[in-house]
Nanobody, 125 residues
Framework: QVQLVESGGGLVQAGDSLRLSCEVSGRAFSTYTVAWFRQAPGKEREFVGV????GVADSLKGRFTIARDAAKNTLNLRIDSLEPEETGVYCC??????????????????????WGQGTQVTVSS
């Protein structure tokens, strides 16, 4: 069993940067693929970024930086120049790492078995 706890959300102004953290516990961090998703009110859940168990990273292009801190078992997400449309709940999720799975598989929320409670991000204009 894997437990995920997000932190770092809050109220920010448009144009600000924000750093979110996801602490992973319960299993060896390096054996799991861990991702960030977000969901705005009334919209579908959206992929934001992932670091696979192998260390390969993928994310939305441009303003998103994702990094793994193995010493702290934490996956960090930084978003620059936030926009009001990015208001929503940001969740991290984990799946057991499997070799041979590419970006499309890792971007699909249906492939994740463990989810955190999420952290609210509100971007005011």
């Amino acid at each position: 069993q894997v437990q995920l706890v997000e932190s770092g959300g809050g109220l920010v102004q448009a144009g600000d940067s924000l750093r979110l953290s996801c602490e992973v516990s319960g299993r060896a961090f390096s054996t799991y693929t861990v991702a960030w998703f977000r969901q705005a009110p009334g919209k579908e859940r959206e992929f934001v970024g992932v670091i696979r168990w192998s260390g390969v990273a993928d994310s939305l292009k441009g303003r998103f930086t994702i990094a793994r801190d193995a010493a702290k078992n934490t996956l960090n997400l930084r978003i620059d120049s936030l926009e009001p449309e990015e208001t929503g709940v940001y969740c991290c999720a984990a799946q057991k790492g499997v070799a041979g799975k590419g970006n499309a598989y890792c971007r699909d929320a249906r492939n994740y078995d463990f989810w955190g409670q999420g952290t609210q991000v509100t971007v005011s204009s």
